[in-house]
T-cell receptor, first 113, second 111 residues
Framework: KNEVEQSPQNLTAQEGEFITINCSYS?????LHWLQQHPGGGIVSLFM???GKKKHGRLIATINIQEKHSSLHITASHPRDSAVYIC???????????????FGTGTLLAVQP | DVKVTQSSRYLVKRTGEKVFLECVQD?????MFWYRQDPGLGLRLIYF???????EKGDIPEGYSVSREKKERFSLILESASTNQTSMYLC??????????FGPGTRLTVL
């Protein structure tokens, strides 16, 4: 079982729809990251959060530490949101936070006009 | 804006060649990372560096080495490229445990 699981793996939505991508993890973490990767492109960091909720434009990220679960929401989706969305968690070890990220395998989102 | 640049977007090499991938960041970050990304496997850490001349192995260091002679530059070296090293290579940098900034990636094909 992977330490970071994302669902769904693939998602097709119509423009304007509300989208949710989920991430569950099984290890102790220092923080959770949501990343965006456009086809052929590099990776952009969307959010880094360790509790609660963050909002940036049409994007909202939430995390529930007790349930080891995070969601990324996109409101009023647009074709330019089409990308791979990757969840990654920063590992903790006995010494505290580490530099190591464990990545999910990503969710491929296609928003159709 | 933080900028992380990589020396090539696409690279084609032959089996057995020595390959250098270079990464430069302009924000004085102490941490720099090399990942490879393969379909179905996600990103995996090859090496990271937390200071000049300091390095630590990641999850898949075999067949790779790294060099960090200056704070802004982190090089990944494939001593003798093999076909199973065909992949997308991504460099990243960060300040302490914070947000990571990624480069555009280098798609390496080893023939």
């Amino acid at each position: 079982k992977n330490e970071v699981e994302q669902s769904p793996q693939n998602l097709t939505a119509q423009e304007g729809e509300f989208i949710t991508i989920n991430c569950s993890y099984s290890v102790g973490i220092s923080a959770l990251h949501w990343l965006q990767q456009h086809p052929g492109g590099g990776i952009v960091s969307l959010f880094m959060l360790s509790s609660g909720k963050k909002k940036h434009g049409r994007l909202i990220a939430t995390i529930n530490i007790q349930e080891k679960h995070s969601s990324l929401h996109i409101t009023a989706s647009h074709p330019r949101d089409s990308a791979v969305y990757i969840c990654a968690v920063g590992m903790l070890n006995y010494g505290g936070a580490t530099n190591k990220l464990i990545f999910g395998t990503g969710t491929l989102l296609a928003v159709q006009p | 804006d933080v900028k992380v640049t990589q020396s090539s977007r696409y690279l084609v090499k032959r089996t057995g060649e020595k390959v250098f991938l270079e990464c430069v960041q302009d924000m004085d970050h102490e941490n720099m990372f090399w990942y490879r990304q393969d379909p179905g496997l996600g990103l995996r850490l090859i090496y990271f560096s937390y200071d000049v001349k300091m390095k630590e192995k990641g999850d898949i260091p075999e067949g790779y080495s790294v060099s960090r002679e200056k704070k802004e530059r982190f090089s990944l070296i494939l001593e003798s490229a093999s076909t199973n090293q065909t992949s997308m290579y991504l460099c990243a940098s960060s300040l302490s445990w914070g947000e990571k900034f990624f480069g555009p990636g280098t798609r390496l094909t080893v023939l």
